[in-house]
């Protein structure tokens, strides 16, 4: 059984995975709109991937008799100066991520609850994944200072990510 405590925090974790999967799409959508479509892609199976994030939270809820309760997801930006800044403010985002889950780890330790601290290496360990998969992105386009040949280049490669729901991988 999950403690009060326990359930309301991972509750709001499903909110925070449910806000990134929208500032994600967003992102998505706006790099439509500059006809990058490869780096479009890329955000969009982020997005996905935020949700299985979300869902993951929501099952494991279940699985120990809590309550899911789905909060309102707030507003999200629509703009970004230009792509390398979307990057950075994905990394950024992310940073906050691992952030929010080492505290979710604190709170399972503060609450002696050793079921949800396995649970949550799972996110302790896909948020290094998360970190490092967009710092090599943001470096690359940093390289070729987000423009010419080089951007069209990175932008073909994003465009080959597919999802793959490595929360039932692991
Ligand atoms: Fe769910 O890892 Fe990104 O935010």
Do not use: C
């Not at 470096?139 to 280049?153: A, P, R, S």
Request: negative net charge; glycine residues 6%; charged residues 30%.
């Amino acid at each position: 059984m999950l403690t009060k405590r326990m359930e309301l925090e991972l509750n709001k974790q499903i909110n925070a995975e449910y806000w990134s999967a929208y500032f994600y799409l967003s992102m998505s959508a706006y790099l439509e709109s500059i006809g990058l479509a490869g780096a479009a892609n890329w955000m969009r199976i982020q997005y996905q991937e935020e949700i299985s994030h979300a869902l993951k939270f929501f099952d494991y809820i279940v699985e120990r008799g809590g309550k899911v309760e789905l909060m309102p997801i707030s507003e999200v930006p629509k703009k970004w100066n230009d792509i390398i800044n979307i990057f950075e403010e994905t990394l950024k985002h992310e940073q906050i991520v691992t952030g929010l889950i080492n505290k979710l780890m604190d709170i399972a330790i503060e609450e002696k609850d050793h079921a949800a601290k396995s649970f949550l290496q799972w996110y302790v360990d896909e948020q290094v994944e998360e970190e490092s998969g967009v710092q090599t992105i943001l470096d690359q386009l940093k390289m070729v200072e987000g423009k010419g040949n080089g951007l069209f280049m990175i932008d073909k490669d994003l465009k080959q990510r597919v999802f793959v729901d490595s929360t039932i991988q692991k």
